[in-house]
């Protein structure tokens, strides 16, 4: 029998680490399946602020430290940087000055509680697709806190196949401070527990407004509205989410959240099977504006994925994590109308990335990145060839 709490920590520690950063003024700005791919503390707008929340919670992951540890190192550095108690702070969404509360012995218990149950269900699902097999069943457990919920509570010990819708909706976590979890079971253990499989219950909905965005939503009763996603988020179709949330938000803010999320086991999980697109990094809008683009997040095809594995093995996964320091440290080429070449000479690698709008300008692709020669005059002579394309779309401007 698979139990929640005994479940190792890999895959928990794994889901959390592949995850990027996203800044949000509320908790409705950073909406629902987002929290699959990003790490976001309400009224944290500074990257810095966030990486220590993080590292925090990295650590409780990974080292199984307290609430207390996590508190008592945290709350010293919140403060000194002035993340505590109230301020006022404006809203870059209506431009309104707001009285808000910053940090607080609450909110860390929140932030603690949440992101370890969050990534220990992420966890735990991953290992229940893996096992559902030999193991097809979970069981609801809902009676873990000293207040259950009512509707929580209604599904105790209700069996479902691994495989039902009613666990896309409802498999916990589902709420602030939900304590439920889940066992996985195959049919003859079930027979030794005398329990049977149920059928999977029609649940009421409610209709929930986002204030910020204005979106109308069905959810179903006893789902909070900020947990109303399915679980299993390290998807293609996750990373083709992202890359649409990161093009609306603002470049630096982007870019700084990226390279984390490249570092991650989501893009490994990419790099060795190459499906669907994969955000890796992102332009200044004068820089999108140069090669005719309406976007600012350049993504990663398959295709070119495989491309590059062939053309160039040498290439770890931890080096695409380059493709950003290229575009903020290195220099611009135009190359053509609707291309760059960015250089990056000042490494002893040396790397170059080319990045390529579409023609309706919709998206950015990166369609080569690379090392540079190690040997000398090769080397020079490569930079120098690459700098005449510049000099070449000068003269043709």
């Keep these: 029998m698979i139990q929640f709490k005994a479940l190792p920590p890999a895959e928990a520690i794994e889901f959390f680490q592949q995850k990027g950063y996203r800044i949000g003024f509320s908790w409705e700005d950073v909406w629902q399946q987002e929290h699959q791919a990003a790490f976001t503390v309400a009224k944290v707008m500074q990257l810095d602020i966030l990486r220590d929340i993080r590292s925090g919670v ?7 430290t307290t609430f207390e540890t996590f508190r008592k190192q ?11 108690g109230k301020a006022e702070m ?3 969404l209506t431009g309104e000055s707001k009285f808000v509360q910053l940090g607080s012995t609450r909110r860390l218990r929140t932030i603690f509680d949440t992101n370890l149950r969050t990534a220990y269900s992420e966890g735990q699902w991953e290992r229940i697709q893996s096992a559902k097999k030999n193991f097809p069943y979970l069981r609801y457990d809902a009676n873990n806190s000293e207040h259950p919920r009512m509707q929580h509570s209604g599904w105790d010990n209700l069996v479902l196949p691994a495989d039902d819708p009613f666990w896309q909706a409802h498999y916990p976590v589902k709420a602030w401070g939900c304590k439920c979890n889940v066992t996985q079971f195959s049919e003859k253990m079930l027979d030794q527990r005398g329990l049977k499989v149920g059928e999977s219950p029609e649940v009421p909905q409610y209709s929930y407004v986002n204030k910020r965005t204005g979106e109308i939503q069905r959810i179903p009763k006893g789902v909070d509205p900020a947990f109303n996603y399915p679980p299993g988020g390290r998807s293609a179709n996750l990373n083709k989410f992202l890359t649409e949330r990161l093009d609306a938000s603002v470049p630096m803010l982007a870019a700084g959240a990226l390279r984390d999320f490249v570092l991650g086991k989501a893009f490994r999980n990419f790099y060795s099977n190459p499906e669907g697109v994969f955000p890796i990094a992102v332009v200044p809008d004068s820089h999108a504006s140069d090669i005719g683009a309406k976007a600012h997040t350049v ?7 495989q491309k590059q594995l062939d053309v160039h093995p040498e290439i770890t996964s931890e080096e695409y994590a380059e493709v950003q320091r290229t575009i903020d440290a290195g220099q611009k080429i135009q190359d053509g109308k609707t291309s760059l070449i960015y250089l990056l000479q000042d490494d002893p690698n040396g790397y170059v990335s080319v990045i390529k ?17 190690s040997e000398g005059a090769k080397r020079e002579e490569e930079i120098r060839r690459l700098l005449k394309k510049n000099e070449q779309h000068k003269k043709q401007e």
């Design 299 to 305: 993504r990663l095809s398959a295709e070119t994925m």
């Design 74 to 84: 945290l709350k010293p550095l919140l403060m000194e940087k002035g993340w505590w």
């Design 58 to 64: 990295d650590s409780a992951l990974a080292d199984g």
């Design 90 to 92: 404006i809203d870059p």
């Design 357 to 373: 709008a579409t023609q309706t300008g919709k998206a950015v692709f990166l369609t080569s990145f690379r090392r540079l020669s």
